[in-house]
């Protein structure tokens, strides 16, 4: 989605995926609205089988709560909430193979349920990654990469591995880009930065002070930023002109950051490959070549 600096008075889609829909503003909910969407994803059935008179009673809260919070998950109010959760359920019953391992990581759990319990975790955020990722908002963010002189990568910690790895990538087609995980080297390159340059902004909670104030600084630069965060109603989202959000599920063994770098990933191939296909001539000359250069250096004798 687009952040608050791009947006527009065109009213969005409704989610393809209620449930991703929830986990990417749940950090910012009111407490209120915070206990309806826990019911959401706890229990999308007993959403779908209740009124809305009913589920304010189930969950303690307000029936306009219970529609300003439908509303802020992308939807235009509480019936249209239920009928996409009723598609999200049958979709999920029809699945095949059905979950064998429920649940999240324990303690004592096998290492059998552990590998089965990641790859699914994975697979749903990159699943929920995908369904929240705007074709036309990905060939912005590639027409402004495709045109920059220069292009910043901001991370720290598990999203700053996700910032190396997409600076790594966009220098392989030829094009001049930086990854800082450090605050200090980030805000002195941010300040340099000019009109139509691109800073990529990578935080899960879109609040690090590390990743966020360089974006700023960068923004006031006249550079065009790029938000990663799991909180498309961030800080982050806010400074950023494009907002492209990522899924995944924190828990005891998987904190936020961590379950978000697979989905992080996710969007930087996307972005990767848009922008191979848009440069097409002058990436191909750019892989063959730093193909060679390894080659050569591999069999150096």
Do not use: W
Request: with cysteine; net charge neutral; aromatic share 4%.
């Amino acid at each position: 989605m687009t952040g608050g600096r791009a947006a527009d008075a065109t009213t969005p889609a409704q989610p393809a995926n209620p449930a991703a829909a929830v986990r990417a503003v749940l950090p910012s909910l009111t407490p209120a609205a915070r206990a309806i969407a826990r019911i959401i994803l706890d229990d999308p059935e007993l959403v779908v089988r209740s009124t809305i008179t009913e589920f304010s009673a189930v969950s303690g809260t307000s029936e306009a709560t219970i529609v300003r919070t439908a509303r802020v998950l992308g939807f235009s109010g509480y019936s249209q909430l239920r009928f996409a959760l009723a598609a999200a359920v049958a979709k999920e019953q029809a699945r095949e193979p059905d979950r064998l391992v429920p649940g999240d990581l324990g303690p004592d759990d096998p290492l059998t349920d552990v590998i089965a319990k990641v790859a699914r975790s994975e697979s749903e955020a990159l699943a929920d990654t995908a369904a929240q990722l705007d074709p036309a908002l990905l060939g912005e963010v590639v027409t402004a990469i495709a045109a920059a002189r220069r292009v910043d990568v901001y991370g720290v910690a598990a999203s700053g591995l996700v910032a190396a790895d997409m600076s790594q990538k966009l220098l392989r087609i030829g094009l001049s880009s930086h990854p800082f995980a450090d605050a200090h080297l980030a805000l002195t390159s941010a300040a340099l930065l000019r009109p139509g340059d691109v800073a990529v902004a990578i935080s899960c909670s879109g609040e690090t002070p590390d990743v966020l104030v360089p974006a700023r600084t960068a923004a006031e630069a006249g550079a065009v930023v790029v938000g990663i965060t799991n909180n498309p109603r961030s800080s982050l989202a806010e400074v950023a002109h494009h907002t492209m959000v990522s899924a995944g599920r924190e828990t005891a063994f998987r904190p936020g950051a961590l379950a978000s770098r697979i989905s992080q990933l996710l969007i930087v191939d996307c972005v990767f490959v848009g922008l191979a296909q848009r440069t097409y001539d002058t990436a191909g000359e750019a892989i063959r070549a730093t193909r060679e250069a390894t080659d050569r250096y591999r069999h150096r004798s």
